[in-house]
């Protein structure tokens, strides 16, 4: 999985947030552990879930 930054998760809707939290989490359980994909995959979930906790409810 490709690393999603702040600047790019900024730049989603919350609808493309939504779907790209699911592709990461996907990704996250599928990932061998202690894999470079696995640390991008989590660090996406969290800039993800950051970027959603930060916008208004309903936005």
Known sequence: MKLV???????KST?????LH???LQAFTRAARGSDI?????TSLE???AELAARPFGL
């Open 38 to 42: 696995r640390r991008d995959a989590l």
């Open 15 to 19: 609808a493309e947030l939504h779907a």
């Open 47 to 49: 800039t993800i879930e």
């Open 5 to 11: 930054t702040r600047f790019e998760a900024a730049a």
């Open 22 to 24: 699911t592709q990461a």
